[in-house]
Nanobody, 119 residues
Framework: QVQLVESGGGLVQAGGSLRLSCAAS????????MGWFRQAPGKEREFVAS????????YYADSVKGRFTISRDNAKKTVYLQMNSLKPEDTAVYYC????????????WGQGTQVTVSS
């Protein structure tokens, strides 16, 4: 059974940084895409970034490009989201997710971690 457990959220001032972690377990993730989504109050969940577990290819939403960096540690089975130059509009619950790279459906989700950026 796949489990994704996020950590690292919190309260930070605008311009600050946070690093989110997602500890993955329950299977090997070769051939998987791992990603981060976020959901702000009253808004739909939106894509933030993804990484190919095997080859490390990354993709980012335009809103975070140049500020956020997704990475993974294969040995620790952990995915990270380094968030720099945070803005109040980055405030949201951040979710870790994963899917086979051949699938269009994000199959596994973590419970989410709150990120609040104060102005």
């Amino acid at each position: 059974q796949v489990q994704l457990v996020e950590s690292g959220g919190g309260l930070v001032q605008a311009g600050g940084s946070l690093r989110l972690s997602c500890a993955a377990s329950g299977r090997t993730f070769t051939g998987y895409l791992m990603g981060w989504f976020r959901q702000a109050p009253g808004k739909e969940r939106e894509f933030v970034a993804s990484i190919n577990w095997s080859i490390g290819t990354t993709y980012y939403a335009d809103s975070v490009k140049g500020r956020f960096t997704i990475s993974r540690d294969n040995a620790k089975k952990t995915v990270y989201l380094q968030m720099n130059s945070l803005k109040p509009e980055d405030t949201a619950v951040y979710y870790c997710t994963g899917r086979p790279s051949s699938s269009s459906e994000w199959r596994f989700w973590g419970q989410g971690t709150q990120v609040t950026v104060s102005s």
